[in-house]
């Protein structure tokens, strides 16, 4: 049966080119290989889901914040102000220039 969308194939699998060991303990890899088997994955897929499911989930929650209702509304009404930028958010915005003029 035609694919609604098209006969395009599915895109190809980055290539895997690199390697990552680790030393672990015996119960650790008991522990990773039974969890393997109860989703049906090698030890090795198992291991790069589950660290990249983790790796995806830390860089998340260090780039999201989360306001209280107090604070939600403090940031709102300083977005909303026409204040004149304090001397330390110029000083701030300095060094923000400099650091991108210099590649950082």
């Known amino acids: 049966m035609p694919s609604t969308f098209g006969d395009a194939p599915p895109p190809a699998p980055a290539k895997r080119s690199e390697r990552l060991e680790a ?3 015996e119960e650790q890899k008991q522990l990773f290989a039974r969890a393997a088997a109860l989703t049906g994955s090698s030890v090795s897929e198992f291991v790069v889901r589950s660290v990249q499911a983790a790796a995806q989930q830390t860089l998340h929650d260090h780039q ?3 306001l209280g209702a107090r604070d939600a509304s403090a940031f709102v009404t300083a977005l909303l102000s026409d204040a004149e ?4 958010l110029r000083a701030a915005a300095r060094r923000y220039r400099t650091a991108r003029a210099d590649g950082e």
């Open 23 to 25: 030393r672990i303990t």
């Open 64 to 66: 999201t914040m989360t």
């Open 85 to 88: 930028p304090n001397e330390a």
